[in-house]
């Protein structure tokens, strides 16, 4: 079966007159249709660099697809005349932003760049366009649509707007869309209502959708698989279980580990005041262990040390060894591949599971450095 | 002190500054703006970092705005070709005898109109004076009045718009009507109607001139800057410390709000200098005996027909200094514009 | 506004602050024994006590004679008090005031009405010298690292700054050192001393910014939003390090977020805030464990949980619409048009901040709503 999107060994460079910036450096990641892909990863991550390499909006120049492919139902949109991947990019797949309001024209009613769709891409009547418009901004549940129609983008509020987004890139019924942190200048309580939305819609529609976020909390509510992006490259994938429960890189975990949560006030990792490497930390606990050890008041929480590593200036090896509490000579010298988790170490559920570290055995297992 | 702080967290990030390898110290090319993903308002990942240069804590100082502009500006070759000019420029304006050895004044009638002629190389103009000494000494007059009339018009328009833009309120109100008012009189007209009134031929009334036509400009500029500016985070950080108002404006206000006042300054200082020509030519400019090329290309004017080098090389000199400073400011820009980097 | 209901809400919430004043101290106690010492003996007077404090923006009309049309009430009598050694979280969505709820407290902005005490005086009417002397123990940490810090200053002349304009916390000659000192209290190599903001990386910067908050070794530190611009990676550094200072100097923090977990983490009391009121207020396993305002049931329901498994049995209170213009706010209960619970009453009578008088237990906390009923949304950690 062909996947949906099937993308292999991207790489994008930007070119800045400080150098060659390596934003995304051999990314593969696939989605099927009817499922949701999370790329999780934090600004400069390049996970966002991805989707518009894509989606073919990448600004370019400084921007420059360098290598890999962008497989859409099995063609390559890389090696597409501009004109079909145009038609592609207008009714197969959409792409979701994050700022609504400079997404969406200024000077234009809502219900008329909804309409747009319509009579441009489907050739439809001034009139049916304009009900259908309608229609689409009942249909994600914008209050007293038909009214609303004719107001502007400004006279929405920051949900209103990114519904419309949404009902914008639903408009022709696409089999895949491309969701760029699409709550993240959203409140929690709209948060909810929008994501709610989009989990909805892929379902009726039976649509692929890739969920780019930063979020942690986000991601775990929505996502069939969850890839983790790092420096530019993805460093592991899993199942959304699998990766909550027992991750395969220590970038995954260091950042689980280090978001409070609101069920929890404490620290999970080094809740004794300790680091990691604690002697007495008893070795090979596994992940019930490690979350049982939560909840101790006033713990500090656990802190990835260092920051984020600049695509101009990637360290060598594994990019995330300056960072890592696990890094030997090996990670210094060579750059880990993306190695198979096989089933016999995960847990039995998990298919397709991928790490790109030397030691993924040992993180999987809980080992203490 | 004794432990300052446990070593439960880590400060790795922050006591190795160079372990992120850097970046190109926040003047990297504008990226995508859809790049800017993750927590709102951020700059690209690598427009920001301890600096690549940096190779470790013994680093050298940082750079600045100004050391980054200039660091910009002498690898614009726009920038150095204009500078070079002005820097000439600015030093026959000062001694004019070192590339020029005859007198502006002297004429010899028989010569008139005569053309070039060996150590006349520019030929001669209607009264027989040599037109290489009257287009060097002519320098003087131009950029006395662009400079004088630059500043002054800077100064005052940053003072009086800064004020405006710092303190709002009525007295904002009253000083844009006010710079609306001089908006509204054409430069000509204007021109015309004060300086005929003026006898003395010397740069300074038209230096006035300039200056009081010119600061609304400025003083626009200078307001929003430092409304733009007084926003912002770090101001706001200083009052919450109790900065008086002097020390607010002066150490975080201006130092910030400066760039595009400069900018436009010099851009102006151009137009400043073809003004003063423009007025000179109408008469109500300088007059002579001050050595001027608006006039020489006022009084060559009618001649154009049978002596043209009498226009020409004044006409040259002026078009070659407008230029030049225009240049600058475009080059200065490029390299202040906050929206580059 | 029924101006019958503003002198019986104030005493309410002098009530609600004496019952927040006890749990001040067993917050401090079990917390950390080391920064709770202050707080034990007796019941000390909070550090910062504010009542009743409501800031309008006019809205007017007409360039050079202005002529108002309304007001935007950004706050609307908000009552709270801070203990010393104690962390107040301030959470909210945008627009509900708690940043201008800062800016008050740090005096840069005036209230419309309302009080601050800071050690029994009113800090709301002090200007020029008294003024100052009072900013020295109230300072404030900014959201953004990238625009708090002057561009055009070096990381020395930043956290120096405080000691010029307040020459008497630090003698001349020792300035350098202190700013050195300070830098390495963040985190920092004194080294970098010379060095421009834009050299450093946002945490980085954000550590900056601390330093010039606690240079003067002011007793509060006001932190509006100090994480949420920050990398999801770097925010757990950032967070330890107030938490350490706040050890280490007995800071007391107003820590303002829209993050509920990180609130969670780093706070002893919270307080909830929606459209310019505090809703709901309580100790962390109060508000989280037992809440028993709707909107904070809402509000906890929808944080998302970095954890697949307690999904299922999560409840998911769904909101409806949009927050309401705090220009044209609802009458009555300002939550009422959301609200699952709204009855008439709720659109007559606003509620005021009490202890719901038939709750038991943890339940029994102050909270804004005539309808208050316990209901647990979070799930408790499998």
Not at chain 1, 45 to 55: F, H, N, Y
Not at chain 1, 336 to 362: I, M, N, Q
Not at chain 3, 196 to 204: I, V
Not at chain 3, 255 to 263: N, R, Y
Request: glycine share 10%.
């Amino acid at each position: 079966m062909t996947r949906l999107l099937d993308v292999q060994d991207l790489r994008v460079e930007f070119r800045t007159r400080d150098g060659i910036a390596e934003a995304v450096g051999g990314v593969s990641y696939g989605v099927d249709a009817g499922r949701t892909l999370a790329v999780l990863g934090e600004s400069g991550s390049g996970k966002s660099v991805t989707a518009q390499a894509i989606m073919g909006i990448l600004d370019s120049p400084p921007g420059r697809v360098t290598g890999g492919r962008v497989l859409f139902r099995g063609r390559d949109l890389l090696t597409m005349s501009a004109r079909e991947r145009r038609r592609i990019r207008g009714a197969a797949m959409a792409m979701i932003f994050q700022d609504a309001l400079s997404a969406l024209n200024p000077v234009l009613p809502v219900g008329a760049q909804l309409a747009e769709m319509y009579q441009v891409h489907r050739g439809m009547s001034g009139k049916d366009a304009r009900r259908r418009a309608v229609e689409l901004m009942d249909r994600v549940r914008i209050p007293a649509a038909g009214q609303r129609a004719g107001d502007y983008p400004h006279q929405f509020s920051g949900g209103m707007r990114q519904r419309i987004m949404i009902a914008m890139a639903m408009a022709l019924e696409p089999d895949l869309i491309i969701a760029d942190e699409p709550t993240t200048a959203l409140d929690v309580t709209v948060q909810a209502q929008v994501m709610d939305l989009l989990a909805e819609l892929r379902r009726e529609y039976a649509m692929g959708l890739v969920l780019i976020t930063h979020d942690l909390g986000v991601v775990a509510d929505v996502a069939d698989t969850i890839a983790v992006m790092y420096a530019g490259r993805i460093v592991e994938t899993a199942p959304v279980r699998d990766l909550y429960r027992r991750p395969a890189h220590p970038y995954t975990r260091g950042l689980l580990d280090s978001v409070p949560r609101v069920n929890d006030r404490g620290a999970r990792r080094n809740d004794r005041g300790a680091r990691r490497n604690d002697p007495g930390e008893p070795a090979g606990r596994g992940d019930r262990a490690r979350r049982n050890r939560r909840g101790h008041h006033g713990g500090r929480l656990y802190a990835i040390k260092g920051a984020p590593p600049s695509p101009l200036a990637l360290p060598s090896g594994c990019p995330f060894h300056p960072r890592c509490p696990r890094a030997q000579e090996i990670c210094r010298g060579e750059r880990p591949p993306l190695y198979e988790v096989t089933a016999a170490a995960a847990s039995p559920a998990s298919g397709g599971r991928t790490s790109a570290c030397h030691f993924w055995k040992d993180e999987l297992d809980g080992l203490d450095v | 002190m004794p432990e300052p702080f446990d070593t439960r967290y880590d400060t790795t990030e922050a006591l190795a500054p160079a372990d992120s390898g850097g970046g190109p110290l926040g003047r990297a090319t504008p990226g995508p703006p859809i790049l800017e993903g993750g927590p709102r308002r951020r700059p690209l990942p690598w427009r920001t970092g301890p600096g690549r240069r940096s190779g470790g804590p013994a680093a050298p100082p940082g750079r600045g705005l100004w050391s980054d502009a200039w660091h910009d500006l002498r690898r614009n070759p726009v920038f150095v070709l204009s500078a070079l000019v002005i820097l000439f420029l600015v030093v026959i304006a000062i001694w004019p005898q070192l590339i020029a050895s005859g007198n502006p004044y002297h004429g010899d009638l028989a010569k008139a109109q005569d053309g070039p002629a060996p150590g006349h190389p520019f030929g001669y103009d209607l009264q027989g004076r040599d037109v290489y000494t009257r287009t060097v000494y002519g320098a003087r007059a131009s950029i006395t009045v662009g400079i004088c009339a630059t500043l002054g018009a800077a100064l005052l328009g940053s003072v009086l718009g800064g004020l405006a833009g710092y303190f709002g309120g009525w007295w904002d109100a009253l000083l844009s009507r006010i710079a609306d008012v001089f908006f509204g009189i054409p430069i000509l007209l204007g021109g015309l109607v004060f300086l005929s009134v003026v006898t003395s031929g010397s740069v300074w009334p038209v230096v006035g001139f300039i200056v009081l036509l010119g600061w609304p400009q400025i003083s626009r500029i200078a307001r929003g800057s430092v409304v733009t500016v007084k926003e912002h985070d770090y101001v706001q950080a200083a009052r919450a410390l109790g900065a008086s108002s002097g020390r607010t404006l002066l150490r975080h206000i201006a130092p910030n709000a400066v760039a595009p006042v400069i900018v436009v300054a010099t851009i102006a200082l151009g137009t400043y200098i073809a003004l003063e020509a423009t007025l000179s030519f109408l008469g109500v400019g300088l007059k002579p005996p001050t050595v001027s090329w608006g006039i020489d290309i006022s009084s060559a004017a009618p001649q154009i027909r049978n002596a043209p080098h009498m226009l020409l090389w004044p006409a040259g000199a002026l078009s070659l200094t407008v230029l030049a400073f225009i240049m600058l400011g475009d080059a200065v820009r490029d390299a202040l514009d906050p929206k580059l980097r | 506004m029924a101006s019958t209901s503003e002198p019986a809400g104030a005493s309410e919430d002098s009530g609600a602050s004496g019952t927040s004043g006890a749990s001040v101290i067993s917050g401090a106690s079990d917390a950390s024994g080391i920064s709770g010492a202050s707080g034990t003996a007796e019941p000390a007077a909070p550090v910062l006590e504010v009542r009743d404090l409501a800031k309008h923006y006019p809205l007017t009309r007409g360039v050079l004679v202005k002529r108002r049309t309304g007001a935007v009430r950004a706050v609307d009598t908000v009552s709270f008090a801070l203990g010393r050694g104690e962390t107040l979280g301030i959470v909210g969505e945008s627009g509900c005031g708690k940043s201008t709820v800062a800016r008050l407290l740090v005096s840069l902005e005036r209230p419309t009405a309302g009080t601050i005490h800071y050690r029994g005086e009113d800090i709301t009417r002090l200007s020029g010298r008294a003024l100052r002397a009072v900013r020295r123990n109230i300072q404030m940490v900014f959201q953004d690292p990238y625009t708090s810090l002057n561009p055009r200053m070096t990381v020395g002349d930043i956290i120096g700054e405080p000691f010029e304009i307040h020459p008497e916390a630090a003698p001349k000659g020792d300035r350098r050192r202190a700013v050195q000192e300070l830098l390495e209290v963040v985190g920092l190599s004194p080294e970098h001393i010379n060095r421009y903001p834009h050299q450093f990386s946002g945490g980085q910067r954000q550590r900056i910014g601390i330093a010039r908050g606690v240079a003067l070794r002011p007793e509060v530190i006001v932190a509006d939003e100090p994480v949420s611009a920050l990398d999801v990676s770097v925010r757990a550094q950032v967070v330890n390090l107030l938490e350490s200072l706040r050890d280490e100097f007995g800071l007391s923090y107003v820590f303002i977020a829209h993050d509920l977990s990180v609130v969670r983490h780093i706070s002893d009391r919270i307080a909830v805030m929606y459209l310019g009121r505090i809703t709901e207020t309580g100790t962390g396993p109060e508000i989280y464990g037992h809440p028993t305002h709707p909107y904070t049931q809402a509000l906890l329901s929808a944080v998302p949980v970095p954890d697949p498994e307690p999904r299922e049995g999560r409840e998911r209170i769904l909101l409806t619409g949009d927050v309401p213009s705090p220009a044209n706010p609802p009458s009555g209960c300002r939550f009422r048009t959301r609200c699952w619970k709204a009855r008439e009453r709720c659109a007559v009578e606003t509620p005021t901040l009490t202890v719901p008088p038939d709750l038991p237990g943890p339940a029994a906390h102050p909270s804004a709503c005539h309808f208050a009923e316990e209901r647990v949304v979070v799930p408790a950690p499998s």
